[in-house]
């Protein structure tokens, strides 16, 4: 088999994953509002319509519940779906076919039902689009029972962990987040899958334990370069997966550095990095030389001025900031 490697945009990594599990699995199948819409979701679901008709790529009204249960309703009849929620926000309204129904499918049916379906849900923050345009709610997911979620941070990662998500029996949320969809990786032409729940190390190190996903982790993966020329040397985990936690990755790198630095793009009270911050003090507090530091945005909701939200979001300059503090 080839594994040939080009540079892929992180938008068009989805747009390829997309095409390619379709092209395979004629039971896969796109709804979702504005998946014919570049103006909705850039070039993610570029020529799906022309490849595979309105059949299979479905663009819905504005009514996420409806579309939402449309889409178990099919998983459930044994369909494979993708439903694009172009905003993380509104998917809110979908609440009852996600968290209801879908995640508990499997376990009121004792395994013997399978809802094989993925909730794509965009995360649109910053841009002065304010507190209803502007969340990130993967610690919401990450509570429920029955759900998966994944929040790859480059194009390489969201093409393997789509296509596992896609291919799973049971319920993926994916955290998908605008501000990569410019970034590019070296991207195999070939489907292939990347394992739900488990992370990767981008950058070994001896200091400091840097844990973080999804364009944080891109952005993490910035300011650990800045601190190399401080010669400060930090190991950076790059999640991947936020349900389930790859504790085993997080454990063994704490156990090496005895600093942690969690950053996370949601607020922090009962947060991603409130849960690793908790398992970390419960099973190695003796291997903590500082306590644990998470980063995470002020218990506000998102402010619509571009000056605020300079001070609202995490940058590369506060992970800096951060991993210098731990370190005194």
């Avoid at 409130?274 to 506000?300: H, M, Q, W, Y």
Wanted: hydrophobic content about 45%; aromatic content about 8%.
């Amino acid at each position: 088999m080839s594994t040939k490697n080009r540079k892929l945009s992180y938008s068009l990594a989805i747009n390829e994953a997309l095409k390619q599990i379709m092209a395979v699995d004629q039971d896969v199948f796109v709804i979702g509002q504005g998946v014919k819409s570049p103006w909705y979701v850039g070039n993610t679901c570029k020529d799906l319509i022309r490849l595979y008709g309105e059949e299979r790529v479905i663009d819905t009204p504005i009514s996420e519940n409806a579309m939402t249960g449309a889409a178990v309703g099919a998983a459930l009849a044994g369909m494979s779906v993708i439903i694009m929620h172009p905003r993380s926000d509104f998917s809110l309204y979908a609440f009852d076919p996600i968290i209801n129904q879908a995640a508990n499918w499997s376990y009121m049916n004792g395994g013997r039902a399978s809802v094989p379906v993925v909730f794509w849900l965009v995360v649109n923050r910053a841009g002065e689009q304010a507190a209803q345009h502007s969340q990130a709610l993967h610690s919401l997911f990450s509570h429920i029972p029955g759900l998966k979620v994944i929040a790859p941070s480059n194009a390489y990662d969201v093409k393997g962990l789509l296509i596992s998500a896609i291919r799973d029996p049971n319920p993926v949320v994916f955290i998908d987040d605008r501000w990569l969809y410019g970034q590019e990786d070296n991207v195999p032409e070939e489907i292939y899958e990347l394992p739900i729940g488990k992370g990767i190390i981008k950058n070994e190190g001896n200091e400091v334990t840097l844990v973080s996903s999804s364009f944080l982790a891109a952005e993490s993966s910035i300011a650990v370069d800045l601190l190399k020329v401080e010669g400060i040397s930090v190991e950076l985990i790059d999640l991947r997966s936020i349900k389930p936690l790859d504790f085993e990755l997080i454990f063994n790198s704490v156990k090496k550095t005895g600093r942690l630095v969690i950053v996370d793009g949601s607020w922090k009270t009962n947060s991603i990095a409130s849960e690793i911050s908790a398992t970390v003090n419960e099973k190695l507090f003796g291997s903590l030389k500082v306590p644990v530091l998470r980063l995470n945005l002020p218990d506000a909701p998102a402010p619509a001025s571009r000056t605020l939200e300079l001070e609202y979001y995490i940058t590369k300059n506060k992970i800096v900031n951060a991993v210098k503090s731990i370190l005194k």
